[in-house]
């Protein structure tokens, strides 16, 4: 199982400012780049913002972005806007089982 | 447009049984892949279950040889039969199907199902 460690748990930031979230996994995934991330506001279903790594979804705005290859992925918002303001998750479909992430928390400072 | 809808999700005893069902439409069930994720109460999201457009099947360890997943191409439903539930299956199931080349695109607004005596 390909486990996937999420950095940090939470991240206190203001809007405007600049968010880095990580995703490690505990083997390579290179060969597909099988990775995910998820957006989640309290009392909603998760959201799909990047796949492939760095391909943004439909309708996800510019200021998101992915990045990374091997054990090694980031997730970028280049300036925070109000609505960000949630947890954020990384997810694989390298290998079975899919796994996520334990999820980062990006909160208002 | 892809909409997915759970229902079948409430309150249930420890070892009994419940069936969830996914209604979707905007796409057909059989030519995706469909599957259930979950998520306990203040916790992260957990793969459960996939169901190929080929009709294999894949499991999470936590669920396998109690919980079923299934079709009905008729209906365009998905189906989790969830068998001798424990207090650790309290969570919201989301049903999601795959797009833009991954796995999980599109998700329904979740079912909750509470196991308790």
């Known amino acids: 199982e390909i486990v996937l460690t999420q950095s940090p748990g939470t991240l206190s930031l203001s809007p405007g400012e600049r968010a880095t979230l990580s995703c490690r996994a505990s083997q390579s995934i290179s060969s597909s780049n099988y990775l995910a991330w998820f957006q989640q506001k309290p009392g909603q279903a998760p959201r799909l913002l990047i796949y492939g790594a760095s391909s943004r979804a439909t309708g996800i705005p510019d200021r998101f972005s992915g990045s990374g290859s091997g054990t090694a992925f980031t997730l970028t918002i280049s300036r925070l806007e109000p609505e960000d303001f949630a947890s954020y998750y990384c997810?694989?479909?390298?290998?079975?089982?899919?796994?996520f992430g334990q999820g980062t928390k990006v909160e208002i400072k | 447009e892809v909409h997915l809808a759970e229902s079948g999700g409430g309150l249930v005893q420890p070892g009994r049984s419940l069936r969830l069902s996914c209604a979707a439409s905007g796409f057909t069930v059989s030519d995706n892949y469909m599957s259930w994720v979950r998520q306990a109460p203040g916790k992260g999201l957990e793969w459960v279950s996939v169901?190929?457009?080929?009709?294999?099947?894949d499991y999470a360890d936590s669920v396998k040889g109690r919980f079923t997943i299934s079709r009905d191409n008729s209906k365009n439903t998905l189906y989790l039969q969830m068998d001798s539930l424990r207090d650790d299956d309290t969570a919201v199931y989301y049903c999601?199907?795959?797009?833009?080349?991954?796995?999980?695109?599109?998700w329904g607004q979740g079912t909750l199902v509470t196991v308790s005596s």
């Open positions: 997810q694989q479909y390298h290998g079975s089982p899919w796994t």
């Open positions: 169901l190929y457009s080929g009709g294999s099947r």
């Open positions: 999601v199907t795959n797009g833009l080349g991954t796995s999980l695109a599109y």
